[in-house]
């Protein structure tokens, strides 16, 4: 106890910084339709943009958790800061492709990207593109795209940022914010250093009847910090040169699940990368021009100490990227361009280094034949080593059917596809040379809506989409007939449906404020092909994906205070390809309340949120117990000077 | 007007919990839930460990009955209401006794065959595979990740020491007089895998070490008394594989048939109830006489599209029964297969990917 009000002291003291408060001043209705309007061509796509109000309450939290709350992306999660994979539209993990500031972050070795290792206050816009509009970015997310993206704070010429969390898991976070302009020089740094021992109580539901016994949450631990550097140079009043570096080093260990003995020694895992990025943008005129490089070299490193095990990856990606656009007219916009990803591969699990070269050439065309109807054409060249190419087509349309602009049908189809992962290839032993990428096309078709009442200072979003996908050549590792390890094939035909339904309204009144985003998903993964005889697979859904899933967060803002109340509902996933078992459904409820005081150029404000406040037992993957009630204590300091 | 939003907020708070909270108090469970249940009862019939896939804790055991041609899963889990743990892998019978090594788990469980409830957990141990009772008294455990092999008092189940077998140990054969011992792995104590460590279960000491291939993974004894060993070659295909027979008097080789291949990776060397012929899968199924000097190219019955994993002989009749565990994500299937009409004659659905089977005479 003793030592908690110390921790809590201590806490106090240290200076932090505020989320909360920068919705009164930065958020205005207006804004939000704004970028609407200014968003170019990818407005052209279904996609989900987290406005800066939405960025501001989630920034606390990981991308795993965030993608949990306002998406409707599915979180796998083994636990907090453990693995998180994601499965959008039903797809699999390494069908989502994530792009910090355009360049794929996917590992080459494992295709995926753990959620668990991006927080969110290192990001300011993050970005889905659901299922086949993602051609419009990047290939291969056969689910959609996610853009983290940085954005330049051209506003104000000095603003630091300090924060500082403890939770109730042993765990504390902070992290520090600088931007800085002079002249034409803006240099934005961030630092965080997050580490938790994970300490949690939980019900051991593999000991017998209930009541089950009550056990501690033993080496879970995990520690992340790093670096966000972006700097942008006006040149002058057309170039801008951009320089962007996000430096981390991540170390976690492994927990058991509860079936598995109890070992002395746990298995850890530990990551760093350096990802760098090199930009220059010209626009004058009608002409825009954009030339990136990226250089990222990264390393991961798994150990079983009990096993004498050591898996160590090393991974470089050299990245080319120039794209020029054209403003023919108001209505009609093209760009093209060429993007050069260079893989190099270094593994403890393979026999040699390998190198992948993915080339893709890219045009789209935007057009608006008629004020009502907005139409863009995507077409992506791709060649990876010495393969064929593949052509990717996109098309997609938004149709008005309500002045101005307030309820637009929109329809998109597309064909994608995804290139096996370096491990999937050359993974020893068991990788299989020879295998053929996944493919597949989509289709969708959606509303939405948008009423705007600036008497009554309301905002209305509401949208539904039904997309049908199918993927062939699914990738499915299992052991092998001719020998004891596992290897992967290109077996299973999945065919994907669902539906996506969101909701938000915005209410404002002189000094408050009310928010409320909700999200239902409904998703039909369904296995299509029968592959053994007795394959009672055929139609079932797929493991790991549920049917229904929603979320809900209420904000609501009163003078300085903040209240809000997040909900999410997981529904029923099962575990077995032939739907024979299945973890049951949960709901989790999360509550914060934060104030705000305003001091001179300086603003501080505190909070406590409670996770999961009615203390529900439940498990996200089977045998890994999450925590029940978690505490967080939030304080956090904001200067600035205009 | 202030007043009048903050009244409309709260209520839609209120509403939106009332909403949310309604649902969360129907169900208590949080774990992995199945819908199988067992009518299991103790009678002559074949029980299939269910491997289930590593770390997903889903192993499970089945029980089928030849003569009614019924079977009960979730045989343990139903009755204990507990999961039997991760990677169950091999099944032994004493005294009205079963007991199951439970690899990933580190654990054996002793059950009471009358009703399969829970005897005895017997845990912290680094990684069970074979279990071997023998006429001394005692049980021998073979271990994966260690080259003590773990002795039981077959009295109380109790732990009564271990014995260092020197190298990682696997499949076990006992003959009456001593214990052969397949030294299977090499990954984690690191030693030589091609040899079987011949084990006096009296003193509890290595009294010989009979070279074989590499990765011997099945052991069986022919109908004169004699040893075979079926050795894989290695998982990377290092060797040619070999079946291996061995003399238990002379505790030497008497003969080794090298495979026709390499790449290839032949396991679950079974023997029939006569103790004459011998039969392995490799893909599909292959069958041969103890007189054959040469490996059979033709197999008796063809993968077709099955993924086969296991092997056992009615020691009664001779039907021939195996597993294919199809994705090794759902219910794998038991073929029964008639070797006199050579026909299927019964199949039948147990647990996830299922492996090691048994026959049980009470």
């Not at chain 1, 993915?358 to 139409?375: D, E, I, K, N, V």
């Not at chain 1, 997309?467 to 299992?478: A, D, F, K, P, T």
């Amino acid at each position: 106890m003793k030592r908690i009000s110390i921790i809590i002291l201590t806490f106090f003291a240290i200076i932090a910084s505020s989320e909360a408060q920068e919705k009164q001043d930065t958020i205005t209705l207006e804004a939000v339709s704004i970028q609407e309007q200014r968003s170019s061509q990818m407005n052209g796509v279904n996609r989900q943009r987290m406005d800066s109000l939405d960025m501001q309450l989630i920034k606390p939290l990981s991308l795993s958790a965030t993608l949990a709350s306002h998406s409707p992306v599915f979180i796998k999660s083994y636990g907090q800061g453990a693995l998180s994979t994601s499965s959008f539209r039903g797809a699999g993990a390494s069908h989502t492709q994530v792009l910090w500031n355009g360049v794929n972050i996917n590992s080459p070795t494992l295709g995926q990207t753990d959620f668990s290792l991006i927080p969110m206050n290192i990001m300011d816009q993050l970005t889905l593109l659901k299922g086949g509009n993602s051609i419009f970015s990047t290939s291969g997310g056969l689910g959609g795209a996610i853009h983290l993206d940085n954005k330049a704070n051209w506003n104000d010429t000095l603003t630091i940022y300090v924060n500082q969390k403890i939770s109730s898991l042993k765990g504390s976070e902070t992290s520090v914010e600088n931007n800085f302009i002079t002249g034409k020089l803006l240099i934005n740094t961030r630092l965080f250093h997050i580490q938790s021992e994970n300490e949690y109580t939980y019900k051991n539901n593999t000991k017998g009847k209930p009541p089950y016994p009550e056990e501690t949450q033993k080496n879970a631990a995990y520690r992340q910090s790093g670096l966000m550097e972006n700097i942008h140079y006006k040149i002058d009043r057309n170039n801008t040169l951009s320089a962007r570096i996000w430096a981390q080093s991540n170390f976690r260990e492994l927990p058991r699940p509860l079936t598995v003995k109890d070992m002395k020694r746990n298995e850890e895992q530990s990551n760093e990368f350096v990802r760098t990025q090199l930009s220059w943008e010209n626009q004058k005129g009608k002409d825009h021009i954009f030339i990136r490089t990226a250089w990222f070299d990264e390393s991961y490193t798994y150990k079983n100490p009990v096993a004498g095990l050591q898996t160590t990856n090393k991974s470089r990606l050299f990245s080319s990227h120039a794209a020029y656009k054209y403003y023919i007219s108001s209505d009609a916009t093209i760009e093209t361009g060429l993007n050069s990803d260079l893989y190099n591969v270094r593994s403890s699990g393979y026999e040699d280094n390998f190198t992948r070269n993915h080339l893709s050439a890219f045009t789209s065309f935007m057009y608006r034949p008629w004020t009502r109807l907005q139409t863009l054409w995507v077409v992506r060249a791709e060649k990876i080593n010495n393969k064929k190419i593949n052509i990717l087509p996109s098309a997609s349309l938004k149709f008005s059917l309500l002045k101005p602009s307030r309820l637009i049908w929109m329809a998109n189809f597309s064909r994608n596809y995804h290139y096996p992962t370096m491990n999937d290839k050359y993974w020893n032993p068991g990788g299989n040379p020879g295998l053929e990428a996944e493919y597949g096309n989509s289709y969708e078709t959606g509303l939405q809506y948008k009423k705007q009442n600036k008497q009554k200072n309301l905002l209305l979003e509401a949208s539904a989409t039904y997309y049908y996908s199918s993927i062939h050549n699914w990738i499915l590792w299992q052991p092998d007939s001719i020998a004891s390890y596992w290897t992967p094939s290109n077996l299973k035909k999945v065919h994907s449906q669902g539906i996506e339904t969101g909701l938000t309204i915005t209410k404002k009144y002189k000094n408050s404020m009310f928010r409320l985003n909700t999200q239902y998903t409904y998703t039909s993964t369904k296995n299509a092909e029968k592959l053994y005889p007795g394959d009672a697979s055929v139609g079932k859904q797929l493991i790991y994906v549920p049917k229904h899933s929603g979320n809900v967060m209420a904000f609501v803002n009163y003078k300085q205070w903040d209240l809000i109340y997040k909900y999410n509902y997981t529904g029923k996933r099962y575990t077995t390809s032939d739907n024979s078992r299945y973890m049951p459904d949960f709901m989790l409820h999360d509550l914060e309340i934060g104030k705000t005081w305003e001091l001179n150029k300086a603003k501080l404000s505190t909070s406590i949120r409670v996770d999961n406040i009615l203390n529900t037992d439940y498990q996200s993957v089977a045998w890994y117990p999450m925590p029940g009630r978690v505490f967080h204590l939030k304080l956090g300091l904001k200067w600035k000077r205009n | 007007m202030e007043k009048k939003l903050i009244h409309y907020l709260g209520k839609i708070l209120v509403l939106f919990l009332i909403v949310s909270l309604s649902g969360s108090c129907e169900d208590d469970e949080f774990g992995e839930e199945h819908n199988d249940s067992s009518t299991y009862t103790q009678e002559e019939g074949l029980f299939i460990i269910n491997e289930g896939n590593y770390s997903s804790g889903n192993g499970s055991l089945s029980f089928y009955n030849p003569a009614d041609k019924t079977v009960s899963n979730e045989v343990f889990y139903s009755v204990n209401e507990r999961p039997l743990g991760d990677i169950p892998f091999q099944i032994e019978f004493l005294n009205d006794h079963a007991i199951i090594s439970i690899n990933n788990a580190g654990k054996v469980e002793v059950v009471d065959l009358s009703d399969f409830s829970s005897v005895k957990t017997i845990t912290g141990l680094s990684s069970p595979r074979h279990i071997q009772s023998t006429s001394s008294g005692k049980i021998f455990i073979s271990d994966l990740e260690s080259s003590n092999m773990h002795v039981i008092s077959s009295n109380n189940y109790e732990y009564t020491g271990n014995l260092d077998a020197g190298k990682s140990t696997g499949a076990m054969l006992y003959n009456e007089d001593l214990i052969f011992a397949c030294n299977w792995s090499e990954f984690y104590v690191n030693k030589p895998n091609n040899t079987v460590t011949v084990i006096d279960p009296l003193s509890e000491t290595v009294i010989q070490i009979i070279p074989v291939a590499k990765e011997p993974n099945s052991i069986v004894m022919d109908k004169n008394d004699n040893i075979w060993v079926l050795s894989s070659g290695g998982y990377n295909h290092d060797e040619v594989p070999a079946l291996t027979l061995i003399d238990p008097d002379q505790l030497a080789v008497l003969q080794s048939i090298p495979f026709p291949q390499q790449e290839i990776s032949p396991e679950d060397l079974t023997i029939n109830e006569h103790g004459d012929s011998l039969f392995f899968t490799n893909k599909g199924i292959y069958g041969m006489s103890i007189n054959d000097t040469v490996i059979p190219t033709q197999e008796y019955i063809k993968k077709a599209n099955r993924n086969i994993n296991s092997l056992a002989i009615d020691p009664d009749n001779g039907d021939l029964y195996f597993s294919n565990a199809l994705d090794y994500q759902q219910k794998g299937w038991i073929i029964r297969y008639n070797r006199n009409t050579q026909s299927v004659c019964d199949s039948f659905r147990v647990g996830i990917n299922p492996g090691a089977m048994k026959f049980y005479t009470p």
